[in-house]
């Protein structure tokens, strides 16, 4: 398997600004943050399955523009795969006809251009040779992390969460665990907000990751972007934290 960091930024703003999105291989979104709109349409276009954690506009913004600008291109639906509380939020609140068209209803309900598929944790979708299973997390809305297992490695992605009793266990039972995307938003000097908001911030993490018992390469994802250089300097300086680095854009990740 393949990931391209489309987008990890928890804000926008700069050239390399992008909120959450990752592309697998050529036909898999993991979140459509402002990050997937850089994509050309050929490669928007070859895209049959969007994962998505919550239904938060960082982390959706590009889907209704995505189906809208590829629906002349596609002969077969985009799957949005999500918790039943993330669709039910989509079907509400954009693709409603006020703030944006239903395609799940275009060109007709028979044959839509797309389609909601309904997944919970611990829930697994295989495509191909790829299990794409989704992971508890916890934030303001009802949210997940996904796990990608190619087979011979596993590549994590906490999604947008805070402290999670639920969420290390399983991560400490995966044998071929090599990558763990790990959110923190916040510096510890806004850690009131983090915690109002349900997200991290280093002293946090440094909490969470002590939790963690099998090795990974470790990377930071979702810092706000006025303060990138503070909260990596906080999460760099935490005696004991394991090695994390930040996340960048178009970074690759070949597993």
């Known amino acids: 398997m393949r990931v391209r960091i489309l987008g990890c930024s928890g804000g926008i703003g700069g050239h390399h600004l992008r909120t959450t999105s990752m592309l697998v291989d050529h036909d898999i979104l993991i979140d459509a943050g402002t990050g997937a709109a850089d994509l050309s349409l050929a490669e928007l276009a ?30 077969t639906p985009l799957t949005v795969h999500a918790t039943e509380a993330t669709l039910a939020s989509l079907r509400a609140h954009i693709f409603n006809w006020d703030i944006w068209p239903d395609f799940s209803q275009i060109p007709s309900r028979e044959a839509p ?24 997390a916890v934030h303001t809305v009802p949210a997940v992390g996904y796990q990608l297992d190619s087979g011979a490695a596993s590549f994590v992605f906490t999604g947008d969460t805070t402290i999670n009793d639920a969420f290390w266990p399983l991560i400490n039972a995966i044998e071929n665990l090599r990558y763990l ?29 002590a939790r963690l018992s099998r090795p990974a390469e470790i990377y930071i994802t979702h810092l706000k972007p006025g303060q990138i250089e503070r909260t990596m300097t906080e999460i760099e300086s ?15 990740f070949d597993f």
């Open 238 to 252: 935490r005696a004991g934290l394991l090695p994390a680095r930040m996340l960048q854009n178009n970074q690759i």
């Open 181 to 209: 995307v790990i959110e923190t938003a916040f510096s510890d000097g806004e850690r009131a907000l983090a915690e109002l908001s349900r997200h991290l911030c280093p002293a946090m993490l440094a909490d969470e990751l």
């Open 113 to 136: 251009l797309l389609r909601f598929s309904s997944v919970a944790a611990g829930q697994t979708r295989v495509l191909g040779d790829r299990r794409i299973t989704a992971l508890p």
């Open 46 to 75: 070859a895209i049959d399955h969007v994962f998505i954690t919550h239904a938060h506009l960082d982390h959706i913004a590009t889907l209704p523009l995505m189906i809208d600008s590829v629906s002349d291109l596609r002969r």
